[in-house]
């Protein structure tokens, strides 16, 4: 079956302009995962959906960073106004009570 | 949330059993010890769960004290394709209700 699914695959964008990643999880997950990895690093969380509720929002490291979840479905991660240091991989994740998270394979961001 | 201490990395062979144990001091009553596996370019995927004493699947063992503020995850017999970041995480069972925080892991290569 189709798993989750994020595009592009990678971007390279110019520093200022804005970005939008995209994620479409396994149909049927409530719970919706952004992280974003950096090079030879950990995954960091930044933020968390569960069917309706409001976001978990914590991890976001700042306010140029923002997500939606159209549906209870597919989900956009937004960067506005990009910087160098948001460089990194960005990996979504899904799952369903009970069930362990699935990844897709990510977005790697080049801020040039 | 329980946080998780683990090697940063690991070295060892083809063929041989590789543990690789997780401290998680502050562990809570209700919190489950899981594992994911990361390739290259790739989300992490999950590997084994367990709450106490031993679980085993095809792909890995793992033990947990009786006292469960540490667990090994043992790989037998492994092979080049081994090679991955492990990460260790404590928290309620594939909980979708809260946030799932990933430490930096464990970098673990394995030689011919």
């Known amino acids: 079956g189709a798993g989750v699914s994020q595009s592009p695959s990678n971007k390279v964008t110019e520093k200022g302009k804005d970005v939008e990643l995209r994620c479409d999880p396994i149909?049927?997950?409530?719970?919706l995962y952004w992280y974003r990895q950096s090079l030879g690093q950990g995954l960091e969380f930044l933020i968390y959906?569960?069917?309706?509720?409001?976001?978990?929002k914590s991890g976001l490291p700042s306010d140029r960073f923002s997500a939606e979840r159209t549906g209870g479905s597919v989900s956009t991660l937004t960067i506005q106004r990009t910087q160098q240091e948001d460089s990194a991989v960005y990996l979504c994740?899904?799952?369903?009570?009970?069930?362990?998270?699935?990844f897709g394979n990510g977005t790697r961001l080049t801020v040039t | 949330l329980a946080k998780t201490t683990q090697p940063i990395s690991m070295d060892s062979y083809e063929g041989q059993e590789v543990n690789i144990t997780c401290s998680h001091n502050?562990?809570?009553?209700?919190?489950?010890i899981t594992w994911y596996q990361q390739f290259p370019s790739q989300g992490p995927r999950f590997i084994i769960q367990?709450?106490?004493t031993k679980v085993t699947n095809e792909v890995a063992s793992l033990f947990i004290p009786a006292d469960r503020k540490s667990s090994t995850l043992s790989l037998p017999r492994v092979s080049l394709s081994d090679t991955a970041v492990y990460y260790c995480?404590?928290?309620?069972?594939?909980?979708?209700?809260?946030?799932?925080?990933f430490g930096s892991g464990t970098r673990l290569s394995i030689r011919p």
């Open positions: 149909s049927g997950h409530t719970a």
């Open positions: 502050n562990i809570a009553t209700n919190d489950y």
């Open positions: 995480l404590v928290g309620e069972a594939h909980s979708s209700a809260s946030k799932i925080i």
């Open positions: 367990g709450y106490k």
């Open positions: 959906f569960q069917g309706n509720s409001a976001p978990d």
């Open positions: 994740a899904s799952s369903q009570p009970g069930s362990p998270l699935h």
